[in-house]
């Protein structure tokens, strides 16, 4: 889906508080910015063909080997890879992130929705779970997880968002110990670095082996490569949302009538509004506020009336609150 996800500021003028995307904001970047341009001379040369020195450095960090790691142009071209890679037939719980689906759809993967409840072994079926899951804020357990793993052959487990919870999320060294399973893991969200596209997957040697025959050489530019080597090095540029923040959030949002907010685990929700669509609510506040949220009715199995909206710094939180009140008496 090259369009339709959160962040499309470029449809309206004068955005200025963004809560469409899920990416950790207000997150400060001089430091890698000054780092790659001391190091702005590699762009004269083509990067490693795969970001071998990259891999390295993220399997020390997860005491793993290189072996178990693929480096990728963001967690989305891990996604298409791995659709790419194992021809089985898809089991996607909705809602959830649309690529997964997409890509399973560019190379002809039988699909199912909603099918990963019943009990009986799925033989040579993949189940996609984004977790915690976009939009919800859902969390899955690790008792659940196992589950999974026994019942299909293998369990794609997009964690890009594992830094944004609380939640016990599975770690990458106990992942690659079974071959039921691969995770995607996201620097982008990470970092909040949403224009360097940097991504990998873990998982298994065997699995990592048969991934890495359909890699695109060059696909990570030499600038990724050389800022992911630098985030790695610098924790305190981890993303980190106020998570209590969110839970407030949440709280002011449902003591407006009409306004439902599902229960998440970490910094973004989803939403309903009862008295007009998402759409007509996302016009308005871009409009009249210089506000975007996003409309989420074009995630499979959601209605016209579902938003989601990610937290920010309390005034802008608080704003929001008051912006969407004022809808009510508003003549849409």
Sequence with gaps: MIEGHGDDSYRYDGIEIDFSSNICAHKNHRALMEHLTQCCEIVDHYPEPEAWSLEHMIA????MRPE??????????AIYLIAQ???????????????YEDACNMFQRPINTNEHST??????????LCNPNNPTGEVY??????????????????????????????????????KYSVQIHSMT?????????????TGHESLMKQ?????R??????????AGKYLLQHDELICKPDLDEAQRLRSNLLNIPGINVMPTHTNFMLCSTEFCTAAKLKDYLAHKHHMLIRDASNFKGLTPHLFRVAAQRPEDNDSLVEAIKSIINYEL
Aim: net charge neutral; charged share 20%.
């Design 141 to 178: 357990d690790q008792l659940y997880v196992d589950r999974m793993m026994a019942k299909y052959d293998l369990v794609v487990l997009d964690h890009s968002y594992e830094h944004y919870t609380h939640e016990h999320i599975m770690n990458p060294r106990w992942g690659a110990r079974t």
């Design 217 to 226: 050489p060059w696909s990570v530019s030499a600038l990724a490569i050389e």
């Design 68 to 77: 178990q790691v693929i480096v990728t142009s963001g967690a989305t071209d």
């Design 189 to 201: 969200k990470t970092y909040g670095v949403p224009g360097l596209r940097l991504g990998y997957i």
């Design 119 to 128: 009990g009986h072994r799925r033989p040579n079926q993949m189940l996609w």
């Design 85 to 99: 890679t194992f021809r089985m037939h898809a089991v996607i719980p909705t809602p959830t992130f649309s690529e």
């Design 211 to 215: 991934i890495r025959r359909y890699l």
């Design 60 to 63: 020390e960090r997860h005491d």
